[in-house]
């Protein structure tokens, strides 16, 4: 049996460490392990290191598997993670992922399990994206400035102003105010943060 691991982690500060642990204690010991860092977010086959495992599934003969260890590893978007197991059941691979036992996603339990739960996230996801819809109108109906606030040299701004009036550099100015050129001429031609 070839065995499989995918990890993945979202940001360069976290590590995959726990997840081949965990995949090891449960007592499968990999043939390859991919691991990389990406946001859930991407679809799996535009990460470069799940299309390197789907390429080995792909030249791999005999029994195949792949395990991970949480179901949001191979994606949040429950379409794509739905797409991405069955392309993999195409190649003859099973998917197991630790956080649901031992069913493997590719046969009929599996399916069953794996489409419950791809329909539970979109509905929350949809709940989500409608609360946020609503708080922001909400918000812009109470006359709230929404979007990042601005601050930095946008705290300066009349100070900036003052010292360009003054006949300094436009570079002269960033260097005073710990900031980039592009801010000091943005903060010059505008005539406050937008």
């Known amino acids: 049996m070839h065995t499989f691991v995918y990890v993945r982690v979202s940001t360069v500060g976290q590590t995959t460490e726990n997840q081949v642990h965990e995949i090891r204690q449960r007592g499968?010991?990999?043939?390859?392990?991919y691991e990389e860092t990406v946001s859930g977010s991407v679809p799996a086959m535009e990460r470069p290191e799940f299309t390197r495992l789907v390429d080995a599934i792909?030249?791999?003969?005999?029994?195949?598997?792949l395990i991970v260890s949480k179901l949001d590893r191979l994606g949040r978007d429950a379409g794509d993670v739905l797409n991405t197991v069955k392309r993999l059941a195409s190649l003859g691979c099973a998917v197991k992922?630790?956080?649901?036992?031992?069913?493997?996603?590719?046969?009929?339990?599996?399916?069953?399990?794996l489409s419950?739960?791809?329909?539970?996230?979109?509905?929350?996801r949809d709940i989500l994206i409608e609360r946020t819809q609503a708080g922001?109108?909400?918000?812009?109906?109470?006359?709230?400035a929404l979007g990042r606030p601005k601050s930095g040299?946008?705290?300066?701004a009349d100070a900036i102003r003052?010292?360009?009036?003054?006949?300094?550099?436009?570079?002269?100015?960033?260097?005073?105010?710990?900031?980039?050129?592009?801010?000091v001429q943005r903060i010059?031609?505008?005539n406050g943060p937008t």
């Open 116 to 124: 419950t739960l791809a329909a539970v996230a979109e509905v929350e």
């Open 153 to 156: 040299p946008w705290d300066h």
């Open 136 to 144: 922001l109108q909400r918000a812009k109906a109470q006359g709230k």
């Open 162 to 183: 003052v010292c360009l009036s003054e006949g300094v550099s436009v570079s002269e100015t960033a260097r005073r105010f710990a900031t980039t050129r592009q801010t």
């Open 97 to 113: 992922v630790l956080q649901l036992g031992d069913t493997d996603l590719t046969n009929g339990a599996g399916k069953i399990i």
């Open 188 to 190: 010059r031609d505008q």
């Open 58 to 65: 792909q030249r791999t003969t005999g029994d195949k598997r």
């Open 28 to 33: 499968y010991e990999p043939t390859a392990v």
